[in-house]
């Protein structure tokens, strides 16, 4: 099993737990982590990130609460085998619109240009449709 990348930001407002939910979510999103794949365990990654493990813990209990993965007693945590059902159109607008604000807020908070973010934006999602999602894979760029 490759290792899952996971990058925290200390400096971030975002807790701890819900980075790691987020790197695991989008690892699922793009591929970088197949559906049969299975997730580290919670003290293996508690360790990587030097973190406690209830923080690992808490990511892991939410992401299944949501539908994304499964613990298998005895045999390790893995991707839930069917996607959680989207959301309706009119919270999809809401969600879609809330991630776009976050996008911008965080741009402006490391002064990257909008301009630097959209091309950005644009590369990821056009090789992340292609199936050639190497930057996801490589690091969590």
Excluded at 9 to 18: A, G, T, V
Excluded at 33 to 60: C, F, M, W
Aim: charged fraction near 30%.
């Amino acid at each position: 099993m490759p290792p899952l990348k996971v990058t925290l930001d200390f400096d971030r407002r975002i807790p701890i737990y819900r980075q790691i939910y987020e790197t695991v979510l989008a690892a699922l999103a793009s591929g970088a982590l197949e559906r049969d794949e299975q997730l580290p365990t919670i003290h293996k990654l508690a360790g990587e990130l030097g973190v406690n493990p209830n923080t690992v813990s808490r990511a892991y209990r939410d992401l299944e609460r949501d539908g994304h993965i499964v613990a298998r007693r005895g045999r390790g945590t893995f991707p839930a085998s069917a996607k959680p059902k989207p959301p309706r159109k009119q919270q999809r607008e809401s969600i879609l619109a809330r991630i776009f604000q976050r996008a911008l807020a965080e741009s402006a908070r490391h002064r990257i240009d909008v301009q630097d973010l959209a091309d950005y934006f644009e590369r990821r999602f056009r090789t992340t449709l292609q199936g050639d999602d190497r930057d996801s894979k490589t690091n969590n760029g």
